[in-house]
């Protein structure tokens, strides 16, 4: 299981890299890169490194793997036009699967539209919507710990080669942690009068060294898989290769973290996001959370400042309450709330 999971994780980031640099165009499923979190939204998307719990599920499934104990989540995204997205997720340690699993649900609604024909006579409504289902996996290797190596590390045995992970004798060129998942999903789109479905599968790893504790390396990809054929040509989904590094800064009581992100999508220019989180404690079990976040994507289109991101975030106890929200120019705003618990 182990040995199949890092081989997977490292085939699906490396299967779209080359076609990433030269598809400029559009994609379908548009939804399913609009985030998971108010805290992502808040740090302006720069996730891939940082994520956790279920959220993890959607930006780098390697994050399920830090998992502790159980946890639940729900965000709720409210976009410009009334058009609103959902997201729900579990996760939990599996002991006898020697990892995390973790199950999320994805949904995208937006209010009624007149159904007309060809000669303008309104003849009923309809209400486009899209859902996503994924189940994930996540496990967590021990860098420091030879029975725990990376299958590359463990099995090289070309004559006369040198093994690629290892300085002299058995002691790792790198040590850590790494945390390794994939994710599978379905995915549907219902246009009222047309409808499709595929799957798709999202792979990811974070790695800890432990030279550098505070440091936090991450790669993720996301929607690699089939087409959405609505009529007669087949529509790519918005797959994307996101890379990322984050530092913890800290002090008595409190933590600074800011965080880069770089993605590539199949279908569009490469971007990049900057977030920043500071985090305090404010009691024995209560702490909040100030959020800032920039991302260049939708800089060409709706101007500079709609790329600013803000956020906050309250964690009591078990219970923690995230919001956070983006100016979107002439379109509007959108908003984000989120809610979880850690059983």
């Known amino acids: 299981m182990r040995r199949a999971l890092a081989a997977a994780v490292l085939l699906a980031a490396a299967a779209p890299a080359r076609a990433l640099q030269t598809n400029v165009g559009t994609a379908a499923a548009d939804f399913l890169t609009i985030g998971a979190g108010a805290r992502s939204l808040g740090m302006g998307g720069a996730c891939t490194a940082i994520a956790s719990g279920p959220d993890a599920i959607y930006w780098n499934p390697g994050g399920l793997a830090a998992m502790s104990s159980p946890e639940a989540t729900y965000s709720i995204t409210q976009l410009p036009a009334s058009i609103t997205h959902n997201y729900a997720a579990v996760g939990a340690p599996v002991p006898w699967l020697n990892g995390d699993l973790g199950f999320a649900f994805t949904s995208l609604t937006q209010p009624s539209l007149d159904l007309v024909t060809a000669s303008n006579q309104t003849v009923g409504s309809f209400a486009p919507h899209s859902e996503a289902y994924a189940l994930a996996y996540a496990h967590r290797f021990n860098l420091n710990d030879s029975s725990d190596t990376l299958p590359l590390d463990r099995e090289w045995n070309i004559p006369g080669g040198e093994r690629p992970l290892t300085e002299t004798g058995d002691r790792p060129l790198v040590t850590g942690t790494l945390d390794a998942g994939l994710s ?5 789109e219902n246009l009222g009068t047309r409808s499709a479905s595929t799957f798709a599968i999202d792979a990811g790893a974070t790695l800890k060294p432990s030279s550098l504790p505070d440091l936090v390396l991450g790669g993720a990809v996301r929607n690699l898989g089939g087409k959405l054929n609505f009529i007669a040509d087949a529509e790519p989904l918005p797959t994307e290769i996101g890379v990322s590094a984050a530092y913890a800064i800290r002090g008595e009581g409190w933590r600074l973290l800011p965080a880069l992100d770089v993605s590539l999508p199949y279908a569009g220019n490469p971007y990049a996001k900057l ?21 260049t994507q939708p800089a060409v289109d709706l101007g500079l400042v709609s790329g600013l991101t803000a956020g906050v975030g309250l964690h009591v106890n078990k ?14 705003n959108q908003y984000r709330l989120s809610v979880g618990w850690r059983f």
């Open 319 to 332: 219970f923690f309450f995230d919001a956070a929200f983006e100016p979107m120019s002439s379109l509007g």
């Open 275 to 295: 977030g920043v989180e500071y985090s305090r404690v404010l009691g024995e079990r209560t702490a909040a959370s100030l959020r800032l976040g920039y991302t």
């Open 184 to 188: 599978a999903k379905y995915i549907e």
